[in-house]
T-cell receptor, first 115, second 114 residues
Framework: GESVGLHLPTLSVQEGDNSIINCAYS??????FIWYKQESGKGPQFIID?????DKRQGQRVTVLLNKTVKHLSLQIAATQPGDSAVYFC??????????????FGQGTILTVHP | GAGVSQTPSNKVTEKGKYVELRCDPI?????LYWYRQSLGQGPEFLIY????????DSGLPNDRFFAVRPEGSVSTLKIQRTERGDSAVYLC????????????FGPGTRLTVL
């Protein structure tokens, strides 16, 4: 079936560097793409989302880019901090039909930030 | 304010037993979701409620799994005749509307079936 997946399972960066986490998706009908952060022993925490009719969206220290041509999603974290160390998941949600209301998650990327 | 809470945080049971997992959503949230997360994987959708009714239960793996939300607030996920393959973290989330992609997750219940 259609799914959302990640290119890189692990990413290690130095504190202060910028981080880029990538995600490939296959469901072109998805209406929203969302990034979640999950720390050990906790549930996923919403970071930022982007609608399918947008290419870029910025938040506080984070930017999400959407390339619908190649079905690619990325999360950029500026000035990465040790507190950013976690597993990052991309997820998608459709606007209606069988995808409405439920998130389909990818496998996740482990981000480790070294001080 | 209080977030989504789940009880118990850990549950160890024997194969064949019945278990109930509880979720208290954020007050006022009409949509409630259950997901299951295996080690090293992303959460996998099980079921979601809009109010008291199950709007989509397509993710429930088989008829041993059942969930209720009788008063439109607290929800209980029930698993009958548990199997070792049911071992996972069961996550609950809520949102103000099922179309909202900012779902607020609880800490999960870690279920271990021996």
């Amino acid at each position: 079936g259609e799914s959302v997946g990640l290119h890189l399972p692990t990413l290690s960066v130095q504190e202060g560097d910028n981080s880029i986490i990538n995600c490939a998706y296959s469901n072109s009908a998805s209406d929203y793409f969302i990034w979640y952060k999950q720390e050990s022993g906790k549930g996923p925490q919403f970071i930022i989302d982007i609608r399918s009719n947008m290419d870029k969206r910025q938040g506080q220290r984070v930017t999400v880019l959407l390339n619908k041509t190649v079905k690619h999603l990325s999360l950029q974290i500026a000035a990465t901090q040790p507190g950013d160390s976690a597993v990052y998941f991309c997820a998608e949600m459709g606007a209606g039909g069988t995808s409405y209301g439920k998130l389909t998650f990818g496998q996740g990327t482990i981000l480790t930030v070294h001080p | 304010g209080a977030g989504v809470s789940q009880t118990p945080s850990n549950k160890v049971t024997e194969k064949g037993k019945y278990v109930e997992l509880r979720c208290d959503p954020i007050s006022g949230h009409t949509a409630l979701y259950w997901y299951r997360q295996s080690l090293g994987q992303g959460p996998e959708f099980l079921i979601y409620f809009q109010g008291t009714g199950a709007a989509d239960d397509s993710g429930l793996p088989n008829d041993r799994f059942f969930a209720v939300r009788p008063e439109g607030s607290v929800s209980t996920l029930k698993i009958q005749r548990t199997e070792r393959g049911d071992s996972a973290v069961y996550l609950c989330a809520s949102s103000g509307d099922p179309g909202l992609h900012e779902q607020f997750f609880g800490p999960g219940t870690r279920l271990t079936v021996l």
